[in-house]
């Protein structure tokens, strides 16, 4: 990762919910204190990822959660204390702050795509350096954002939530920016309910979170099987 000093032109951003409400929708997979694990193993799998990144001078995390803040600073990220009632006002924040001190990019990925890659986040950016103030990488279902490159920070407000992707491209298109989307495999699976679980396992990828779902113990799904 560059390190010059007092110069940010691409920052990373990690929106993270409270673990006290992370993956609900998993819970007839996994307990409470296993979710809470399972998202703290896809937080640092993007982390490694990110940090691995040239074309990115800074990572930071967007959260309120003391363990999730913790965390990020024993990884020497940076911390964005989120005082906002959604994420997307957190970003917003984030994104006007990062604009204040210069950055020209801010690349939004959420905490739970623990199998992307520092190539595929190096496609975002080649992305970027071809003339495209907004990149979208959707989700494997093609109606959710799981990644969103600005540049600059501000380009448009985020609209992540149901639909989002489809609402990017329109912010994009409200603020006169020419959009463009990646298709990244890797990227595009995101944690979120038991298939998603299965999808992964099934892809056996090296990833902390991988080894993390292959040590809970076996329940039998209405979905499946987690073993």
Not at 80 to 101: G, H, K, M, P, Y
């Amino acid at each position: 990762m560059n390190k010059r000093l007092g110069y940010t032109r691409t920052c990373a951003v990690i929106p993270m919910k409270d673990l006290a409400v992370a993956k609900q929708r998993l819970s007839g997979m996994l307990s409470t204190g296993e979710r809470r694990h399972l998202s703290l193993e896809m937080l640092l799998d993007v982390i490694t990822t990110l940090k691995r990144v040239d074309g990115l001078d800074t990572v930071a995390v967007i959260s309120r959660d003391p363990h999730v803040m913790d965390l990020a600073r024993t990884w020497n990220v940076r911390v964005f204390q989120d005082t906002e009632s959604c994420v997307n006002a957190a970003l917003a924040v984030t994104a006007r702050i990062l604009s204040t001190e210069g950055c020209e990019t801010m690349l939004v990925v959420p905490g739970d795509v623990p199998l992307t890659t520092p190539a595929e986040i190096e496609k975002i950016l080649e992305t970027r350096d071809t003339g495209f103030p907004v990149t979208l990488v959707p989700d494997r279902r093609r109606t959710g954002t799981n990644a969103l490159s600005c540049s600059p920070p501000t380009a448009i407000t985020p609209c992540f939530g149901q639909h989002s992707l489809m609402r990017h491209q329109k912010a994009a298109k409200d603020a006169g920016l020419t959009s463009t989307v990646l298709e990244l495999p890797e990227l595009g699976l995101d944690i979120d309910v038991p298939e998603d679980v299965l999808a992964l396992r099934a892809r056996k990828g090296q990833s902390r979170t991988y080894e993390f779902l292959e040590a809970v113990p076996a329940r039998t799904l209405r979905h499946g099987e987690l073993r």
